[in-house]
């Protein structure tokens, strides 16, 4: 299984059926994690975390507009 491994994930065509049970499996205690006060998750330590956005959001160039 590659998905262990450094591996950016861009689609699901190119994963295998066990890595996609991985994510899986993984996001699964992740629900119970959400509904804590303290939300801090052992799968991500010591893991950098970051959001893409590669289009430019309609509404925030909305709001530009109409500001």
Request: charged share 35%; glycine share 4%; net charge positive.
């Amino acid at each position: 299984m590659g998905f262990e491994q450094t591996k950016d994930l861009l689609g699901l065509r190119e994963l295998s059926r066990e890595d996609i049970e991985l994510i899986l499996n993984t996001a699964l205690p992740m629900k119970d994690i959400i509904k804590r006060d303290i939300k801090k998750v052992p799968t991500l330590r010591g893991k950098a975390l970051a959001t893409v956005f590669y289009e430019p959001s309609t509404r925030t160039r909305t709001s530009f507009e109409i500001a």
